[in-house]
């Protein structure tokens, strides 16, 4: 593999001050819609009694007035999927690179000035979305990008791994992708698929359907606490410690993803009748693996609510609770009778 030398990462923002900033969507020299918009029918979410209403503000990425629309029933807007065709890219790093416009996605910059370079004649870039930022884009939205590549018989390339769990969900899922940390590309596919319209679902239930086929013999009808672990956004429960021991007493069992694998995670969670978590990427191997049918409560923390999980596990047959906890110094605190009557509700909703 050449090596080859480059500025990009250095320059590009250099020159963007001065030319004005584009992303790379802007370089496109052709646009096509790859799957069309269109609306599905969403659920309810249970919850108790003027519950929303004890949320104080939504996550960074959404608002109150959207959390709200979300968390009722009828039908919603689902986008399109986009692709765009940009030429002579370059990726350096978490950059991509072409003439006038450039996109970083992730904490690393990558300020390589001379490493080897891998050269592509046309292939799709599976990144972004939020991919490198959250764990839970990364499963829910980037792989499922990759199937697409297949499909139009492109080289999926991604940047290199970031999470701890990628090699083992490709493993599950069947995937593979070209990872680069430095290629240049004389025609690179970019990807919006963000829109959980009908061809990307069908794509998100064939992963789902591979996943759950290649795990082993699943622990039936369990209940679940999933703790999040160390690893994401602070959202600190500050009587977790008490809630996983009232939950351990009423049956539920409790899953650390961080300290397993991706099969003993999936294998936990294939045949259990219903999963607790705070709201955050861990639901994520929950959305992947549960049985349709299966019911998630999501614990919200009071200032940045957000219920999106509901839409995706919607299309995986799944029932959505929540219950928001209260404000507790710099985290959060749940009354464990709130928690149950809530998983009350979800079990008599679901029956």
């Not at 496109?28 to 659920?43: G, I, N």
Request: hydrophobic share 45%.
């Amino acid at each position: 593999m050449p090596t080859h030398f480059t500025m990009l990462p250095l320059a590009a923002p250099i020159l963007a001050r001065l030319r004005g900033y584009r992303p790379i969507e802007a370089a496109a020299s052709q646009t096509v819609e790859l799957a069309p918009a269109d609306r599905a029918e969403t659920s309810e979410a249970i919850a108790l009694p003027g519950e929303f209403e004890r949320a104080t503000g939504a996550m960074e990425t959404t608002n109150m007035a959207e959390q709200r629309r979300l968390i009722g029933a009828g039908m919603l807007d689902h986008g399109a999927t986009i692709g765009r065709l940009v030429e002579n890219v370059t990726i350096v790093g978490a950059g991509l690179y072409a003439s006038r416009a450039y996109s970083t996605f992730g904490p690393r910059p990558g300020m390589r000035v001379s490493s080897p370079c891998a050269h592509f004649d046309e292939a799709q870039f599976c990144g972004g979305q939020g991919g490198e930022f959250y764990f839970g884009h990364w499963l829910c939205d980037n792989l499922a990008t990759e199937p697409l590549a297949a499909m139009r018989g492109l080289s999926a390339v991604t940047l290199r791994p970031r999470w701890m769990h990628e090699a083992g969900y490709r493993a599950l899922f069947q995937l593979r992708a070209t990872e680069v940390a430095h290629a240049r590309f004389d025609r690179l596919w970019v990807i919006d698929d963000r829109g959980y319209n009908e061809a990307r679902v069908a794509r998100f239930r064939a992963m789902r359907t591979t996943l759950r086929a290649a795990v082993g013999d699943p622990r039936p009808n369990t209940r679940l606490y999933i703790a999040r672990g160390t690893t994401g956004a602070k959202r600190a429960l500050t009587n977790e410690p008490a809630l996983i021991e009232t939950l351990v007493a009423r049956g539920f069992a409790v899953i650390e993803p961080e300290h397993m694998t991706p099969p003993a995670i999936a294998t936990a969670l294939a045949a259990a009748e219903l999963v607790i978590s705070i709201e955050g990427s861990a639901l994520c191997h929950a959305l992947m693996a549960l049985p349709a049918g299966a019911r998630m409560l999501t614990i919200q923390p009071p200032t940045r609510f957000n219920i999106f999980n509901k839409i995706i596990g919607d299309f995986a047959g799944l029932r959505t609770g929540y219950v928001v906890a209260d404000p507790d110094g710099d985290g959060f605190r749940l009354d464990p009778d709130r928690l149950f009557r809530t998983i009350d509700l979800l079990d008599r909703a679901a029956a």
